[in-house]
Nanobody, 121 residues
């Protein structure tokens, strides 16, 4: 059974920092591309950052320079370090684990339950 368990969300003032964690089990972590997505009220879920099994990273333009994604293979955990937080970063943050087939589509695509991040002005 695959589980992605997020933690680290909370309430923070603008300009502050948070580190989100996502512990993965039941999936071959080393083979998985991991990602963080977020969904604000009334908006669609959007990409925040992704990291491949080879540690190549990709960031949304809105968070570049403020956010770092990294992974610890020994702990089967992916992290999202968020600095200089803004009120517009307020959202539920979701962890994702997927493996993309060379021929297209996903071999698997799993989501965590989400963790709330609220940034006050």
């Amino acid at each position: 059974q695959v589980q992605l368990v997020e933690s680290g969300g909370g309430l923070v003032q603008a300009g502050g920092s948070l580190r989100l964690s996502c512990a993965a089990s039941g999936v071959i972590f080393s083979n998985s591309a991991m990602g963080w997505y977020r969904q604000a009220p009334g908006k669609q879920r959007e990409l925040v950052a992704t990291i491949t099994s080879g540690a190549n990273t990709n960031y949304a333009d809105s968070v570049k320079g403020r956010v770092t994604i990294f992974r610890d293979h020994a702990k089967n955990t992916v992290y999202l370090q968020m600095n200089s937080l803004k009120p517009e970063d307020t959202a539920v943050y979701y962890c994702n684990a997927r493996k993309i087939r060379i021929t297209g589509g996903y071999e698997y695509d799993y989501w965590g339950q989400g963790t709330q991040v609220t940034v006050s002005s």
